[in-house]
């Protein structure tokens, strides 16, 4: 089992580029398919990007293409998820999430997802 923990969410401006971090309790962060979610105020949870465990593989919502990436930090057993060009529609609770241990498929719907993190608000000012 893994924890995840993220951080780094807050008030931005609109162009901006924060990072956002999700720390995983200590979990070889390689072992585990990662993803990152978004849910603003009165709509579903959306997909934003993910990647495969080594990260030969990302895949992204249309909406974040060329704005947000994704990284991995082995050591600090920590996963980023960069945004830049920030636009006020990127107002959300970003969550991170983890597919099951060694679990390799890049999915992109909440429900493949057995791990996630209790969520960290972005809010962009115009």
């Known amino acids: 089992q893994v924890q995840l923990v993220e951080s780094g969410g807050g008030l931005v401006q609109a162009g901006g580029s924060p990072r956002l971090a999700c720390a995983t309790s200590?979990?070889?962060?390689?072992?585990?398919?990662m993803g990152w979610f978004r849910q603003a105020p009165g709509k579903e949870r959306e997909f934003v990007l993910a990647s495969s465990r080594r990260g030969s593989i990302t895949y992204f919502a249309d909406s974040v293409k060329g704005r947000f990436t994704i990284s991995r930090n082995n050591p600090k057993h920590t996963v980023y998820l960069e945004m830049s060009s920030l636009k006020p529609e990127d107002t959300a609770v970003y969550y991170c999430?983890?597919?099951?241990?060694?679990?390799?498929?890049?999915?992109?719907?909440?429900?493949?997802?057995?791990?996630w993190g209790q969520g960290t608000q972005v809010t962009v000012s115009s």
């Open positions: 999430a983890a597919r099951g241990l060694y679990v390799s498929d890049v999915a992109t719907t909440p429900s493949e997802y057995r791990y």
């Open positions: 200590g979990r070889t962060v390689s072992d585990y398919t």
